[in-house]
């Protein structure tokens, strides 16, 4: 069985807390893997990832942001290396997307 809480608020709270750290942990997992499949020559793709701030629910307009200025990285990611022929985004979701997050209250 669940948590109880006091109040609504304190509920509302708690969920808040839960959903910011699952999207969190799934965002730091994202680009983790992104930035592991992203296929090296010299290594300038790989080191051009940058991610800033953290996902909060509750702040609108904080978000997560993860980019790469690599002028060639859209390339790598439409398959353009065999060592990635599917690319970085789309694998890598597909692989977290069969992963459980989740938190208890």
């Known amino acids: 069985m669940g948590r109880k809480f006091r109040t609504a608020s304190a509920a509302s709270n708690s969920i808040t807390k ?55 990285i859209g390339l790598l990611d439409e398959g353009a290396s065999r060592q990635a022929p599917r690319g970085m985004t789309d694998p890598a979701f597909r692989k977290l997307s069969k992963r459980r997050y989740r938190k208890r209250l």
């Open 18 to 72: 839960s959903l910011n750290s699952i999207v969190n942990h799934f965002l730091d997992d994202f680009f983790d893997e992104v930035k592991k499949t992203t296929p090296v020559r010299k290594g300038q793709a790989k080191r051009g990832w940058r991610k800033r701030n953290k996902y909060d629910i509750d702040r609108k307009g904080k978000t997560t942001v993860m980019e790469n200025r690599v002028p060639y």
